[in-house]
Nanobody
Framework: QVQLVESGGGLVQAGGSLRLSCAAS????????MGWYRQAPGKQRESVAI??????NYADSVKGRFTISRDDAKNTVFLQMNDLKPEDTAVYYC??????????????WGQGTQVTVSS
């Protein structure tokens, strides 16, 4: 099992910055990828940034503004969010995909952290 705990959300004005953190615990050696999703009111959950080994994928809407990074020694992934816009307002969820056995993977999710950007 892999457990995730997020921190760092809050209220910020447009153009401001926030940094989210997600600490993983449990069977962290089984983790293949980690990243961030978000869900705005009335919308589907969407991928924001995923890091898999040396590869990183960003949603088009955040490219050039958000940066994902990880500290493997601390089993932590970060999301640095700059130039925030009101449309970035959402609950942000940390996720990790980890290997159960063989070719079978599972996804773990954090509890979510609210990010609110005022105009």
């Amino acid at each position: 099992q892999v457990q995730l705990v997020e921190s760092g959300g809050g209220l910020v004005q447009a153009g401001g910055s926030l940094r989210l953190s997600c600490a993983a615990s449990g069977s962290t050696f089984r983790i293949n990828s980690m990243g961030w999703y978000r869900q705005a009111p009335g919308k589907q959950r969407e991928s924001v940034a995923i890091i898999t080994g040396g590869r990183i994928n960003y949603a088009d809407s955040v490219k050039g503004r958000f940066t994902i990074s990880r500290d493997d020694a601390k089993n932590t992934v970060f999301l640095q969010m700059n130039d925030l816009k009101p449309e970035d307002t959402a609950v942000y969820y940390c996720t990790a995909r980890w290997r159960i056995t063989g070719a079978l993977d599972a996804d773990s999710w954090g509890q979510g952290t609210q990010v609110t950007v005022s105009s």
